[in-house]
C-alpha cells in the first residue's frame, strides 16, 4: 500500500489518506479482506500524528469500505457491502462514489514472456509486393500455381467429397490419416529410409512439426544448434521458448562439423536442426562426408538431429543425396517433411519421422494444440498419392524449375554489376547473392520496389545480426522471361544504389502481416 | 569427476584410474579440452600416493588421451587425436578401444516441464468401442454423418478445385481468409456482437484456439479460472502450461458468480474459461442474470473472459440466450467459435474473435504454430456460407436433435433404475447422469463394455478429483432406435452392478489413441 501525502494542499492529511486509500479499494488494488497496516505503524511510515489515520480510518468504515475490530486491526469490506454502502449512502459521498470508469485491458500485461518474445519474421512491405500485379517478387518460397495438378484433384474431389462418405469429414486420430502414413512409410522404405506407419505423424506443414518439437523439446535455459543462415520459421520458433541458439556457419559443403564439434564439446543442445539438401535460404547440399561427420557427432555426444528436408525431391540433376534418416541406424535423427514445396501448400500437410516412443509425445502435444489435422485434405491427398499422382507430378515440376533457375543464373551472368555473386543450387528454390561493397539488402529492397522487383533481406535468416548484404532469391513462381525481367530490374537497382551510397541508409521498416517462408 | 578404486582387487590402482578416466573421455563424460585435477589434489581425494596418480595420467598420455603440460596441468585431448591415437595403438589398446556402443537416445530425458505435464486426457477403451459397429457409443461429441451436406459440398468443389483456381491452394495470411472473415463478422453483428473481419482469427478448430490463448496468456505460476467440470481439451491445455487451475462449481443456473467473486478477490488470474450455453458435458446454461455479473465481476476485477460457444445454435426450443461478447461493452471478452458441432468436424475450421491488439498477438503466436489454416478448407467453407447453405443447415439438424434428446429422455424415464439421475439440456449434444449409490463411472464402462455401449466418464472433466460416479453421454451421433436400445443397455449394466457392488473394483485403464472432444 503506497500513499502519497503533500503538505501543500489544503485538504486535511486525514482526508488525503482516506481518499487515496478509498481509490485504491474501489479499484481494487486492496481487494476484499486486505489488513490495513496497524494505525501506529502507518502514522511513523507517514510521518504523522497517530490520530491523523485513526481519523482516516474512521472515515473508511463511515464509508462503508473498511471495518474495524479491536485487536484484529482494519480490514476491507467484501465487495457486497461496499457496493451497498456506495448505493445507500448521502449525496456528497455519491458524487465521490462514480462507478469506477472501466478501463480496456491492456493486453500486453496479461502476456506470458514466450509471448513477448515472439517477434515477427516478416516482412510485409515485401509481401504486398506479392498482391501487386506489375511487381516481379522473388520473395516468397512457395511453388507455381500454374503447375498444381488441380484436374486431378477436381476428379479426386468429385470421388471423396460425396453423399455416403461421410467418414472423410469425422474427427480423426491425431497421429493421422492411416493411408497417408502407409503410403509415406513405403514411399521412404524405398528411398532407404527403414520406417512404418507408427513412426509418422501428420502435421499441418512441417512448420507445425517445429512447433511441437519446440513444445517437447526447448524451454529457457536449454541450448539448441543450428547451422545460419537457416529457415526463419524456424529461427522465430526457436526463440520463442526461451532456449539460446547456438549456430554453427555453413560453407559449400553444408554445416561446419569441425565447429559443431567445438559447440558440443562445450554445450549439451537438446537437438541439432539442419536443412541438409537445398539449404533454405542458401540453396547449399551437405556433402556426403559431412552427413557422416554429423551423425558420428550426434551419436559421440548424444545428441538428437532434427532433419528438415522440404526440397529433397525437386533436385535438378542427379538425385538428391540419401537424407540423413536413411543414414541413421540408432534412431537419433528426427525428420520433417511437407507437401508445401513439391505440390501445393494450401492443403497444409507434412510429417514427422520419429522414433515411436519420441512420436507418442509429439502426437500427445498435438492434440492438445489441435486434435488432428484435417481429415478431408488428408483424404484428398491419400487418394492423390496413391494414384500414383505425386510420381508423375514430380519429374514435371523438376523440368520446370531447373528452367526457371538456369534463366536466373543466365540473368544473372548478364545483368550482374561487379561486385555482385551468386550460389548455384543444384535443386529446390533458392539463390543466395553476397551484394556488392557490402551494401545494405535492406536499403536496396527501397531501390529494388521503386523498379518493381522484391526479395527477402538475409538478415531475416540470421539468429542475430549477420546477412545484412545478402539477399535470397527464390526462382519457383515466375515464368523463364519475368525471371529474365525482374533480374534486370534487380540489378539496374543495385548498380543505382552503387552510385548514391546515400540512400544506403534508408530502410524499410518491417510490419506484421502475412508469413514468410 | 567421480572415480571409484576397489582395493580388493589385483589391477594395480594406477590402472584402475587410467580406465575409469579413459571410459569418461570415450563417453564424453569429461569432454574436449576438460582440465582434469592437478596430481596431488586427485592423489588426496584418492587417499593414494602422489606417485600413483602420476603414473595413471602418464599412461593416459600415452593412450593420447590427455596431454600435460608443465603449469598447464592435464587436459583431454580433441576427440581427433584421440580417435587418432584410438586407430594407431597396439593390438593390446586397440582391443580395449572397441567403439563405445551407440545407446538409443532416452527421449524423455530430453523433454520440457510442459511436454511432460501433458497427460492423455482420453479413454482410447472408450474410442475403439466406436470402430465397432455393434456397439452404440454415447462417447464420442461429434455431429451424425448422415446429416453431413456433402452433396452441396460436392458442387462447391466442383467450383473451387479446378484448373486455374490456383489461388485456393496458395500460402495465405495467418489470420484468415477475408471472405470468411467478412462473412463471420456479419453474422456476428446480426447476433448483437459489435465486431469487425479484422478482430477475427481463423483457427484449425476451436482447440486450436484454446492452445493460442494458452500460449499467449499462462504460464507457471500464473492463475487461470475455469467452471468445472468442463470441457477435457480446456482442461489438458491449461494443465500443460503450468498455470494453476482454480475451479467454479456450476449449478442449473451455471458458473456460480458467488464463489467467482470469493475466487476473485484473493487471485488475479489471466483470464476465466467459461462455456456459457449448452455446457460440455453437464449441459447447463448460464442464466441471464449470471451473464451479466459473470461480465461485472470482470469488468470490477479487470480479468478477461473466455467465451468457448461451440453448440449455441444447436437450441431445441426458444432460441439460446446472447452470448457473453454480445454484452460486453469494454472489450473483456474472448470468443471462441467453430464449425466441428453445427456442421462437421473434418475440416478443422474455428475462429477467435478478440480485440484488434491481442488478436495481433494471437496471429503472432498461430504463425509460429502452423503459418495458417488451410487455404482450400477456408475458400470451401466460404463458398458454403455465402450461399446460405449453413442458414440452411442449422434448422435441419436442430430439428434431428431435438428428437434425439426427446430419445434419450424417453428411454432413461423408461429404463432408468432408482437413483439414476439426470440433466435435461435445452441445447447442445450432452445429458450428464449423476449413478446411483456413488457408483463408480470407470466401473460401470466394464460393465457397460460387455453389453456394448460406452460413454465418457465424469472424473475425465475434472481438474482433479470429482465426477467419479457422473458419466456423459451423447446423443448427437445415432438414430432415436438406437438411442433407446444403447439406453436400455446402460440401464441395464447400472442395475447388475448395483447387484454387483464387488465388480466396483474392477476399472478400465486409460491408454492413448484419439482425441476426445
Not at 500454374?146 to 497421429?175: D, V
Not at 545428441?303 to 536413411?326: A, F, M, N, Q, T
Amino acid at each position: 500500500m503506497k500513499l502519497n501525502l503533500d503538505r501543500s494542499l489544503k485538504t486535511p492529511l486525514y482526508l488525503q489518506i482516506r481518499s487515496q486509500i478509498r481509490l485504491l479499494i474501489l479499484t481494487n488494488e486492496l481487494p476484499s479482506g486486505y489488513r490495513l497496516p496497524p494505525e501506529r505503524k502507518l502514522a511513523t511510515l507517514l510521518g504523522v500524528n497517530r490520530t491523523t489515520v485513526v481519523n482516516a480510518y474512521h472515515e473508511l468504515v463511515a464509508d462503508g469500505l473498511i471495518r474495524s475490530h479491536v485487536g484484529k486491526g482494519s480490514t476491507v469490506n467484501s465487495l457486497q457491502t461496499i457496493q451497498h454502502s456506495l448505493e445507500g449512502s448521502s449525496n456528497t459521498i455519491r458524487a465521490e462514489a462514480q462507478p469506477v470508469p472501466v478501463q480496456p485491458i491492456s493486453w500486453q500485461n496479461f502476456y506470458t514472456s514466450q509471448s513477448k518474445r515472439m517477434h515477427n519474421p516478416v516482412l510485409a512491405s515485401i509481401l504486398d509486393e506479392i498482391s501487386n500485379e506489375d511487381r516481379i517478387s522473388f520473395a516468397l518460397g512457395s511453388p507455381a500455381g500454374e503447375y498444381y495438378p488441380l484436374k486431378e484433384l477436381n476428379e479426386i474431389c468429385q470421388e471423396i467429397i460425396r453423399p455416403g462418405n461421410w467418414k472423410a469429414f469425422e474427427y480423426a486420430s491425431t497421429i493421422g490419416h492411416y493411408p497417408l502414413r502407409q503410403y509415406l512409410a513405403n514411399w521412404f522404405n524405398s528411398q532407404g529410409i527403414d520406417t512404418n506407419p507408427q513412426e509418422i505423424l501428420i502435421t499441418s506443414g512441417s512448420q507445425q512439426g517445429l512447433d511441437l518439437l519446440t513444445k517437447v523439446f526447448l524451454e529457457p535455459g536449454d541450448y539448441v544448434v543450428m547451422e545460419e543462415p537457416s529457415f526463419l520459421g524456424a529461427i522465430g520458433v526457436f526463440k520463442s521458448s526461451g532456449a539460446h541458439i547456438l549456430t554453427v556457419p555453413l560453407d559449400e559443403e553444408g554445416l561446419r562439423t569441425d565447429v559443431l564439434e567445438q559447440i558440443l564439446s562445450r554445450h549439451r543442445p537438446k537437438f541439432i536442426y539442419t536443412l541438409p539438401t537445398f539449404q533454405n535460404p542458401t540453396g547449399t547440399t551437405m556433402s556426403l562426408e559431412r552427413r557422416h561427420q554429423l551423425l558420428k557427432l550426434a551419436y559421440q555426444f548424444h545428441i538428437p538431429i532434427v532433419e528438415d528436408d522440404p526440397y529433397s525431391e525437386l533436385y535438378y540433376g542427379e538425385k538428391s543425396l540419401p537424407s540423413l534418416k536413411s543414414f541413421d541406424e540408432h534412431e537419433h535423427v528426427i525428420y520433417l517433411g511437407t507437401f508445401s514445396k513439391m505440390l501445393f501448400p494450401g492443403l497444409r500437410l507434412g510429417w514427422c519421422i520419429a522414433p515411436s516412443q519420441l512420436l507418442e509425445q509429439l502426437s500427445l502435444a498435438k492434440q492438445h494444440v489441435d486434435l488432428h489435422s484435417s481429415t478431408t485434405t488428408q483424404w484428398i491427398m491419400t487418394e492423390f498419392c496413391n494414384r500414383g499422382l505425386l510420381d508423375i507430378h514430380l519429374p514435371l515440376v523438376r523440368n520446370h524449375y531447373k528452367l526457371q533457375r538456369d534463366a536466373m543464373i543466365a540473368a544473372l551472368e548478364e545483368y550482374a554489376p561487379e561486385g555482385l555473386s551468386w550460389t548455384i543450387p543444384t535443386g529446390g528454390y533458392y539463390i543466395w547473392c553476397q551484394l556488392p561493397q557490402e551494401m545494405k539488402a535492406t536499403a536496396l529492397l527501397t531501390k529494388a520496389a521503386e523498379k518493381k522487383v522484391a526479395f527477402v533481406p538475409g538478415n531475416a535468416f540470421y539468429v542475430n545480426s549477420g546477412g545484412r548484404s545478402c539477399i535470397r532469391l527464390c526462382f519457383s513462381r515466375h515464368s523463364t522471361s519475368t525471371i529474365r525481367e525482374g533480374i534486370f530490374r534487380l540489378c539496374r537497382a543495385i548498380s543505382e544504389l552503387i552510385n548514391q551510397p546515400h540512400l544506403d541508409r534508408k530502410t524499410l521498416q518491417p510490419h506484421f502481416r502475412e508469413p514468410l517462408v
